[in-house]
């Protein structure tokens, strides 16, 4: 089964502070996603990346950059956190290369900006 | 811009009944579909997936459908169980890294 983890499923920090979301998935997938998730609102990309150090915005990127290092890791940061950054942030794994394939989504963490 | 949506945001079904949850898009390029269900406090979990060349695709008491003419999809879930009970969205691949754009989900609640 193709695993996706999540570093926390729960954070709180504050306004102004610098906070890393980590992913981790064990498939050996190339294309790796960042997602936010708000009622009424869908999942919205935020980041994706299709190979280490290979980085693309997606359609809401703004207050965020992200980090893929390593071919199984995909971190996400926000470099001052802000209240509206307030949400459920979902990672999500799939192959490349050209295959159109399903994405494989992590637990989710939900992040609360005081 | 083109986007993927949902017709109906609530749907409640009696545990054994079918369930038909629909979806409409817009881009008619797209060419890859997927269902995904997302239970509380979870990622979205895949369920069932169709690639533009079928009409159909059945799985393990779900079934999509595929209507290119009228861009619609819709998902049919056989026996309802309660734990079908979750948000399900469709998501639809517009090509380029395996992009997907997801609707903004529907609930379905079924009742015993």
């Known amino acids: 089964d193709v695993k996706v983890t999540q570093s926390s499923r729960y954070l709180v920090k504050r306004t102004g502070e610098k906070v890393f979301l980590e992913c981790v998935q064990d498939m050996d997938h190339e294309n790796m996603f960042w997602y936010r998730q708000d009622p009424g609102l869908g999942l919205r990309l935020i980041y994706f990346?299709?190979?280490?150090?290979?980085?693309e915005k997606g359609d809401i990127p703004e207050g965020y950059s992200v980090s893929r290092e390593k071919k199984e890791r995909f971190s996400l940061i926000l470099e001052s956190a802000s209240t509206n950054q307030t949400s459920m942030y979902l990672c999500?794994?799939?192959f490349g290369q050209g295959r159109t394939d399903t994405q494989y989504f992590g637990p989710g963490t939900r992040l609360t900006v005081l | 811009g083109e986007s993927v949506g949902l017709h109906l945001p609530t749907l409640s079904v009696q545990e054994g009944d079918n369930s038909i949850i629909n979806c409409a898009y817009s881009?008619?390029?797209?060419?890859?579909f997927i269902w995904y269900k997302q239970e509380s406090g979870k990622g979205p979990q895949f369920i069932i997936d169709i690639r533009s060349n079928m009409d159909k695709r059945q799985g393990q008491r779900v079934t999509v459908l595929l209507n290119k003419t009228v861009k619609h999809l819709s998902l049919q879930i056989a026996a309802t169980q309660p734990g079908d009970s979750a948000v399900y969205f469709c998501a639809e691949n517009i090509g380029g890294y395996n992009k997907l754009i997801f609707g903004a989900g529907t609930r379905l609640a079924v009742h015993p």
């Open positions: 990346s299709y190979d280490v150090k290979m980085k």
């Open positions: 881009n008619s390029a797209s060419d890859y």
């Open positions: 999500a794994s799939s």
